[in-house]
């Protein structure tokens, strides 16, 4: 069987769960929405029109008011355009409101940092448009390699004179890099090198409601990315379930909720 491309979300769909891997991978069988998927979305949007702010709207002395104001505007509005798929979740009211504060606090969080940047720019004398320009990064980066069979989409790449920083931006609980990021972080790391002929200096996760968090990027790094990749595609070749075992744990059932293919998997 011809190889499948693979992704960053897939290959460790795979680490978690070779069965699960086969159910949404080989079998496309459809998962259920979910607030945490679709609260993610809406703010990986808002932080993407966040960068269209033009920033001569800004005044030297109110602009972290004026990008807070900015970004929640960003926020209501797309919640708002999202309000039917929001419904179609079975949330009660209060939980959805529950939900749309945390991400308030998420994205007010994101605004006061780059508040905290855009400060320093102005501190060194630049003007507020060029301070707001060299703190933009380039958003939503599609890449991927024929050879390798991996696509996948950068969130954000800082580039300037020195250096060159990868993000992705997370809604977790957390703020720890846990060995799936770092795998995550290091496949994004070897595409930039495989479409631009150098490696970012560091990669990280701008956890949303922490802040950011940063590992060096390293030839190491990109080994074992390179190493995953090929593993998977070379483990995911068939199209016999009993080629992908069920990998049992704390990830197929918990208090709130199970795995999409909980059902399925256990009748099998």
Known sequence: ?????????????????????????????????????????IVHAVLENFFSLDPSTLSNDEYRFGIRAYIQACLFKEWKNRKKELR?????????EQYLIE???MVISFADKFSDKLEL????????????????PEMEQDMGNDELMIRGRIDAIHRDSSRTLIL????????????????QLGIYSLMYKLNYGIM???????FLKFGEKFIDV???????????????????????????????SGLCKW???????YDECMNN
């Open 218 to 248: 390293s030839n190491e790094l990109l080994d074992e990315a390179e190493k995953e990749i090929k593993f998977v595609h070379e483990m995911t070749s068939s199209e016999n379930i009993a080629d992908y075992p069920r990998k049992e």
């Open 121 to 136: 720019k102005l501190s060194s004398g630049i003007g507020i448009n060029k301070a707001f320009e060299l703190l933009k």
């Open 168 to 183: 992705d931006y997370k809604t977790s609980n957390k703020d720890e890099i846990s060995p799936e990021y770092r795998l």
């Open 200 to 206: 970012p200096d560091k990669a990280g996760i701008n």
């Open 1 to 41: 069987m011809a190889k499948r491309v693979q992704s960053p979300s897939s290959i460790n769909t795979y680490r978690q769960c070779p069965r699960r891997y086969y159910y949404q991978y080989v079998l496309r069988l459809p998962t259920r929405p979910s607030i945490h998927l679709l609260r993610g979305t």
């Open 255 to 261: 208090h709130s909720g199970q795995c999409d293919f």
């Open 103 to 105: 991400s308030q606090e």
């Open 88 to 96: 179609k979740l079975g949330l009660s009211d209060p939980e959805l």
